[in-house]
């Protein structure tokens, strides 16, 4: 038996103490955990996004907001498809390539799944992660690279025929759906209880794509009772022209959609980020409070309930020294469970909630967990200083003497 | 040998100052066994306390063979209670969630060593003590007489040359008051210093030498008369 041994005991025979002074602690370093993790997430898919995109200008509905967008192009409201010819028709300068979209909620074998429907050609050319075989941080196509150029990737072709080649009842999965229902090319599958075949599977992307499935936009047009109807166009623009007056051009040409470029989308996406962190912060300081005066409340109840045990400890033999040592290793072990807890918890909490909070996939990260312990364990020692100050002060003699 | 020398210890109670301990002066030599008694409040268990080295005197020295206990570092008396002294209280002061067993074995851990011989140990004076069937046991599943017994044995794990016994027959019966005394006996038989305090009379002849406190002063001190040793 050592004193680690005696902590230990002392600390699982009053659970519910226990549970509920650390309930504060793993919940707030919980909701720290989790909203960093998004953040970053998000933050990776802004770059991402940025990198893989190509298309640099989004139309939208009027009533559709970049969010919105983002979070899975779900929205009732659509713009008509002929907004493509009013753009080409219009004369303006700058406009390389326009991929429409619509998506719908399906069921695909059953897993409720975001099936969006594409123009293939189109999307492959505003696709160039789809090209580049998930190198998502090699250059976009961009303004230098004109609609219709050969993928600079000469293994693309094989995926950029099958792509351009998408027959009216193929799909394309997205990687992490294509794990997720363990389909392969070639495979039948089921959209809205309609067969379909797997024409292709997409390299991964690191956005929200991977966890979708593409079908023909006629097919999702026709299968949502939405004919001649989009949720959005992604576009192409010639980085000098946009600059210059394309966006008031398109804003003209299309009074009643929205016309937003990827600055404005980033500057959306990084205000909400900013927002996140300033949030996480406030939370940072709340837990510091919440969560120290709940420890430092449990550890001034342990060392009144404890008093006596600390005097028989002291007649025993113990030094002033090992008294404190023993506090000070439960206050280690609330941090470390706290922390340990809250990592979990917060982990957990935003894989679950990343993909419909935010639309993207979040995984752990084990930094965090390095955090998590960290400003646990300082946070419960720093609680416990006045309480431990007071054990150490206790008087065994009076202690003892207590009934 | 252990000496108190002009020992003072005044307790304050918000603006009153109580004087446990007023100038107290006491010899008590190696192997003798001394019973202490007198009303409640008369410093009894300041004494016990203060001799254990638990208790500071306002003012006045303890001395242990002639080191003055109280000028020693904290560390120093902290070993001289765990090495030297042995205390039993009347309530038994038992951890209630650890078993017997590690009850026994609390003081040889204070080291912060960590030895499988601790158990041994603790067992071996359980055994001696007729505990040997409850070492897992927690204190709330023994009988009083069971955690008497326990709390002697965590009290006698390392062999304290003095033991400072406070009134532990208090909660005992008749027939285990008497087991425990003679327990008692047969240490300082074995050479240890024992100081006893107690209420009764019967208990207090156990002792070599008794003493009679009052208002933190010795009143009274009878000696037991020796026995002529016949052949």
Redesign the interface.
Same mark, same amino acid.
């Given at each position: 038996?050592?004193?680690f041994k $005696?902590v230990f005991?002392?600390l699982t &025979?009053r659970k519910n103490q226990l549970v509920t002074s650390l309930i504060a602690v793993v919940m707030g370093i919980a909701v720290i955990v989790a909203i960093r993790s998004i953040t970053y997430y998000s933050e990776r898919a802004i770059a991402l996004e940025m990198d893989a995109l190509g298309a640099n200008v989004l139309i939208l509905p009027k009533g559709v907001t970049v969010d919105d967008y983002y979070r899975a192009d779900l929205s009732n409201e659509t713009i008509p498809e002929t907004y493509i010819d009013d753009v080409l028709n219009s004369g303006l300068k700058g406009v390389d390539n326009l991929s429409p979209k619509l998506s719908m909620s399906a069921l695909v074998n059953g897993r409720k799944t975001i099936v969006t429907g594409i123009r293939p050609r189109e999307e492959f050319l505003a696709k160039p992660v789809w090209e580049m075989a998930g190198n998502i941080f090699e250059t976009p196509v961009g303004c230098a690279a004109p609609a219709g150029a050969p993928p600079k990737n000469p293994d693309a072709v094989d995926r950029r025929t099958t792509i351009e080649v998408l027959p009216v009842d193929g799909v394309l999965l997205g990687s992490d759906i294509s794990a997720i229902l363990g389909l392969e090319p070639g495979a039948s599958v089921s959209v809205n209880d309609e067969p379909f075949q797997v024409a292709d599977v997409l390299p991964p992307s690191g956005t929200v794509d991977d966890g979708r499935v593409f079908a023909h936009l006629s097919v999702v047009q026709r299968m949502t009772g939405q004919s001649g109807r989009i949720n959005a166009i992604e576009m192409m623009g010639c980085c000098e022209e946009i600059s210059k007056d394309l966006i008031a051009g398109l804003n003209r040409a299309l009074p009643d959609a929205k016309v937003v470029t990827i600055k404005q989308i980033v500057s959306t996406q990084q205000r909400t980020n900013r927002m996140m962190h300033r949030f996480s912060l406030v939370f940072l300081i709340i837990i510091l409070a919440v969560g120290g005066v709940s420890i430092a409340n449990y550890m001034f109840a342990n060392v009144y309930e404890r008093r006596?045990?600390i005097? $028989? *400890?002291?007649? *025993?033999?113990?030094?002033?020294?090992?008294v404190q040592?023993i506090f000070i290793l439960k206050a280690v072990l609330l941090g470390l469970v706290g922390g340990i807890g809250g990592y979990v918890a917060g982990s957990v909490l935003a894989v679950v909630l990343g993909p419909s909070m935010a639309a993207i996939n979040v995984h752990p990260r084990f930094v965090w967990l390095l955090y998590s312990v960290a400003i646990s364990v300082l946070l419960s020692l720093a609680a416990s200083i006045i309480p431990v100050y007071r054990a150490v002060r206790l008087d065994?003699?009076v202690t *003892? &003497?207590e009934? | 040998m252990i000496q108190a020398v002009d020992l003072l210890k005044e307790f304050k109670l918000g603006s009153q100052v109580i004087q446990a301990l007023d100038g107290l002066n006491i010899e008590i030599s190696s192997g003798e066994f001394v019973s202490v008694a007198g009303p409640s409040g008369s410093g009894k268990s300041t004494l016990l306390m203060s001799l254990g080295g638990l208790v500071r005197p306002t003012s006045g020295r303890v001395l242990y063979n002639g080191v003055d206990i109280y000028a020693q570092p904290p560390n120093w008396q902290a070993r001289f209670r765990k090495d030297t002294v042995g205390f039993v209280f009347q309530q038994f002061h038992l951890i209630p969630y650890l078993s017997t067993w590690e009850n026994v074995a609390l003081p040889l851990m204070l080291d912060s060593s960590h030895s499988k011989q601790h158990k041994e140990i603790a067992v071996g004076h359980l055994d001696r003590l007729g505990l040997g069937s409850r070492l897992d046991h927690k204190p709330f599943q023994l009988s009083v007489g069971q955690q008497q017994r326990v709390a002697m044995a965590r009290t006698l794990v390392n062999d304290p040359a003095i033991i400072l016994a406070d009134e532990p027959t208090g909660n005992l019966d008749p027939s285990l008051a008497t087991d425990l005394v003679r327990l008692l006996k047969g240490l300082n038989k074995e050479g240890k210093t024992i100081v006893l305090v107690t209420h009764s009379k019967e208990i207090a002849k156990a002792a070599s030498r008794h003493l009679s406190l009052r208002e933190g002063r010795i009143q009274e001190t009878v000696n037991k008369p020796r026995k002529e040793h016949t052949p």
């Amino acid at each position: 038996m050592n004193v680690f041994k $005696i902590v230990f005991k002392e600390l699982t &025979q009053r659970k519910n103490q226990l549970v509920t002074s650390l309930i504060a602690v793993v919940m707030g370093i919980a909701v720290i955990v989790a909203i960093r993790s998004i953040t970053y997430y998000s933050e990776r898919a802004i770059a991402l996004e940025m990198d893989a995109l190509g298309a640099n200008v989004l139309i939208l509905p009027k009533g559709v907001t970049v969010d919105d967008y983002y979070r899975a192009d779900l929205s009732n409201e659509t713009i008509p498809e002929t907004y493509i010819d009013d753009v080409l028709n219009s004369g303006l300068k700058g406009v390389d390539n326009l991929s429409p979209k619509l998506s719908m909620s399906a069921l695909v074998n059953g897993r409720k799944t975001i099936v969006t429907g594409i123009r293939p050609r189109e999307e492959f050319l505003a696709k160039p992660v789809w090209e580049m075989a998930g190198n998502i941080f090699e250059t976009p196509v961009g303004c230098a690279a004109p609609a219709g150029a050969p993928p600079k990737n000469p293994d693309a072709v094989d995926r950029r025929t099958t792509i351009e080649v998408l027959p009216v009842d193929g799909v394309l999965l997205g990687s992490d759906i294509s794990a997720i229902l363990g389909l392969e090319p070639g495979a039948s599958v089921s959209v809205n209880d309609e067969p379909f075949q797997v024409a292709d599977v997409l390299p991964p992307s690191g956005t929200v794509d991977d966890g979708r499935v593409f079908a023909h936009l006629s097919v999702v047009q026709r299968m949502t009772g939405q004919s001649g109807r989009i949720n959005a166009i992604e576009m192409m623009g010639c980085c000098e022209e946009i600059s210059k007056d394309l966006i008031a051009g398109l804003n003209r040409a299309l009074p009643d959609a929205k016309v937003v470029t990827i600055k404005q989308i980033v500057s959306t996406q990084q205000r909400t980020n900013r927002m996140m962190h300033r949030f996480s912060l406030v939370f940072l300081i709340i837990i510091l409070a919440v969560g120290g005066v709940s420890i430092a409340n449990y550890m001034f109840a342990n060392v009144y309930e404890r008093r006596r045990e600390i005097g $028989i *400890l002291v007649a *025993l033999g113990a030094s002033r020294g090992l008294v404190q040592k023993i506090f000070i290793l439960k206050a280690v072990l609330l941090g470390l469970v706290g922390g340990i807890g809250g990592y979990v918890a917060g982990s957990v909490l935003a894989v679950v909630l990343g993909p419909s909070m935010a639309a993207i996939n979040v995984h752990p990260r084990f930094v965090w967990l390095l955090y998590s312990v960290a400003i646990s364990v300082l946070l419960s020692l720093a609680a416990s200083i006045i309480p431990v100050y007071r054990a150490v002060r206790l008087d065994p003699f009076v202690t *003892l &003497q207590e009934v | 040998m252990i000496q108190a020398v002009d020992l003072l210890k005044e307790f304050k109670l918000g603006s009153q100052v109580i004087q446990a301990l007023d100038g107290l002066n006491i010899e008590i030599s190696s192997g003798e066994f001394v019973s202490v008694a007198g009303p409640s409040g008369s410093g009894k268990s300041t004494l016990l306390m203060s001799l254990g080295g638990l208790v500071r005197p306002t003012s006045g020295r303890v001395l242990y063979n002639g080191v003055d206990i109280y000028a020693q570092p904290p560390n120093w008396q902290a070993r001289f209670r765990k090495d030297t002294v042995g205390f039993v209280f009347q309530q038994f002061h038992l951890i209630p969630y650890l078993s017997t067993w590690e009850n026994v074995a609390l003081p040889l851990m204070l080291d912060s060593s960590h030895s499988k011989q601790h158990k041994e140990i603790a067992v071996g004076h359980l055994d001696r003590l007729g505990l040997g069937s409850r070492l897992d046991h927690k204190p709330f599943q023994l009988s009083v007489g069971q955690q008497q017994r326990v709390a002697m044995a965590r009290t006698l794990v390392n062999d304290p040359a003095i033991i400072l016994a406070d009134e532990p027959t208090g909660n005992l019966d008749p027939s285990l008051a008497t087991d425990l005394v003679r327990l008692l006996k047969g240490l300082n038989k074995e050479g240890k210093t024992i100081v006893l305090v107690t209420h009764s009379k019967e208990i207090a002849k156990a002792a070599s030498r008794h003493l009679s406190l009052r208002e933190g002063r010795i009143q009274e001190t009878v000696n037991k008369p020796r026995k002529e040793h016949t052949p």
